[in-house]
Nanobody
Framework: QVQLVESGGELVQPGGSLRLSCVAS????????MKWFRQAPGKKREWVAT???????LYKESVEGRFTISRDNAKNTVILQMTALKPDDTAVYYC???????????WGQGTRVTVSS
């Protein structure tokens, strides 16, 4: 059974930092590109960052330089380290695993991040 379980979301003040984790199970983690998306209240879900199986990372322009995505294949975990947080970063953050070769696309349940003073 495929599972993606996110954690780490909480209320943080502007300028603060958070570390989101996503633990995967039920598939071969190292074969999958891993992504983070987010959905702010009243808005569509948007892509935030990707880390490829090759360990190359890509970022949404508005988070580049502030967020860092990483993966640990031995622990089946992907991390999103977020710094210099802004109120606009407030959203539910979702972990996504994708293997386009087999049409696999898995989602976690999300973890809520609130940036507010």
């Amino acid at each position: 059974q495929v599972q993606l379980v996110e954690s780490g979301g909480e209320l943080v003040q502007p300028g603060g930092s958070l570390r989101l984790s996503c633990v995967a199970s039920g598939f071969t983690f190292s074969d999958y590109h891993m992504k983070w998306f987010r959905q702010a209240p009243g808005k569509k879900r948007e892509w935030v960052a990707t880390i490829l199986t090759s360990n190359v990372s890509l970022y949404k322009e508005s988070v580049e330089g502030r967020f860092t995505i990483s993966r640990d294949n031995a622990k089946n975990t992907v991390i999103l380290q977020m710094t210099a947080l802004k109120p606009d970063d407030t959203a539910v953050y979702y972990c996504n695993a994708q293997d386009l070769r087999i049409g696999a696309d898995y989602w976690g349940q999300g973890t809520r991040v609130t940036v507010s003073s």
